[in-house]
Each structure stands twice: as structure tokens, then as C-alpha cells.
Nanobody, 124 residues
């Protein structure tokens, strides 16, 4: 059974940085796409970033391009989301997700497994 555990959320001022981590277990993830989604109160869950685990190719939402980066440690089955130049509109609950397919998707309902989420709050 796949388990995803996020860590690293918190409160930061606008312009600051945070680093989120996701630890995955239960499978070999070489044929998976791993990603991050976020959901703000009253809004739909939206795609943030994803990585094709086997190749490391990363896909970004336009809203985070140039500010967020995603890295993975295949040996440890962990990935880290480095968020820089944070804005108040980045405030949301952030979820780690895994998709059992080798091609990426930006649709949240294409992902099979989810973590419990972690809150990111950016104050102005």
C-alpha cells in the first residue's frame, strides 16, 4: 500500500521561502509520476508541480515557474519542493500525490494516492 507523508509547511512572510518534503513508501516508484497540488479555502485543488520519477523531468504550473523547484532522491523515495519568493496567493493546503503512470497529468483526479497535506501560509 502506497503511503505519502508530507512535512515542512508553516507560516512565512511574503518573499520568503519554505521547503516541503514528501516521503513515499509501499512501492517501487520508477513508473510513477509524483506531484504536488494545493487547495485554498473555497477553491478547487490545483496542480503545482510534478516529476516523472524515472527521468526527473519536471512539469510546472505557470503560477510557480521560476519560484518553485522540485527534486527527488530515488534511493530514499523522497521528494522536496523548494518554494521561493512566496506570495500570499500561494497560501493553501499542499498535498503530495502519486500517479501510477509514466506520463504526467495536471488533473488531480488522475492521481491515485495522496498524503494528508500540510498547510502553507504566506502573510503579506
Amino acid at each position: 500500500q502506497v503511503q505519502l507523508v508530507e512535512s515542512g509547511g508553516g507560516l512565512v512572510q511574503a518573499g520568503g521561502s519554505l521547503r516541503l518534503s514528501c516521503a513515499a513508501s509501499g512501492r517501487t516508484f520508477s513508473n510513477y509520476v509524483m506531484g504536488w497540488f494545493r487547495q485554498a479555502p473555497g477553491k478547487e485543488r490545483e496542480f503545482v508541480i510534478a516529476i516523472r520519477w524515472s527521468t526527473g523531468i519536471t512539469y510546472y504550473a505557470d503560477s510557480v515557474k521560476g519560484r518553485f523547484t522540485l527534486s527527488r532522491d530515488s534511493a530514499k523515495n523522497t521528494m522536496s519542493l523548494q518554494m521561493n519568493s512566496l506570495k500570499p496567493e500561494d497560501t493553501a493546503f499542499y498535498y503530495c500525490a502519486a500517479r501510477n503512470a509514466w506520463w504526467e497529468s495536471r488533473r488531480w483526479d488522475d492521481y491515485n494516492y495522496w498524503g494528508q497535506g500540510t498547510q502553507v501560509t504566506v502573510s503579506s
